[in-house]
């Protein structure tokens, strides 16, 4: 049920058998979401965190005038509000973009984790620093990247953050978000978006057919991306590792 989340922790750092146990036993209900359900609705207090088992969320933050940024994208293996542990409540809201299915986690379970755990406590906190450089970096989509670059870099991302669970090969993997949802995680119109699609395929670097996405020159969307995957830190050993293709 957990192994993607197992997954992503263990492309950073060793698991031990009784980590993993207590990790399981930390498991409370295992609810189902329909797409466009709010799962975590901002300010509200939490008693839980949600592991995202299968699907995708996001969190995002709307304007009076309707308009809304998606902040971070959510893949199986993820918690996406572990913070809410120590912040009780969320300053914004987490959806679910796809059907998605999600194991609640008491925070007096988390609570007990961090007090006979240090070495887990460790990688969930890390956990939340990884949430953190992701942002960063789509900050710095938002703030100085082009569209094309925007997209680019978000398609590598996504690429490397879904093979580490198991849902993508090295080229390919299901991308199951609209235009829409796309435009909202890079603040860019539908039009646009629509544009730079075409403009990515045209240049053949990506092609789509349904909804799964093909990179076809890894080396080049990297480039067009000004995309440096070390913000993922998958060294595990404390070290900037290469910066590969």
Known sequence: MIERHLAK???RATVSAEEEAAIRSSLGEIREF???EVVVPALKVQDHSTMLLDGFMCRFKDLRNGKRQITELHV???????????????DHDVIALTPCRAALVPHANLRRITEQFPHLTRLYWFSTNLDAAIHREWE??????????????LFSELQIRLQIV?????????????QTDIAECMGLTNVHVNRTL???????LVEFEGRRLTILNKAELWRAGDFD???LYLDGNG?????GP
């Open 229 to 231: 995957p070390r913000y």
């Open 9 to 11: 922790l263990r492309a």
């Open 76 to 90: 199986a293996g993820d918690f996406a509000d572990l913070h809410s542990f120590t912040l009780k409540y969320l």
């Open 34 to 36: 329909a797409a466009d």
């Open 239 to 243: 070290t900037a590792p290469s910066l």
């Open 166 to 178: 198991g849902l993508a090969s090295d080229t390919s993997f299901d991308l199951p978000l609209t």
């Open 198 to 204: 075409r403009n990515l395929k045209e240049d053949r």
């Open 140 to 153: 710095l989509s938002l703030g100085q990247r082009t569209a094309r670059a925007r997209l680019a870099a």
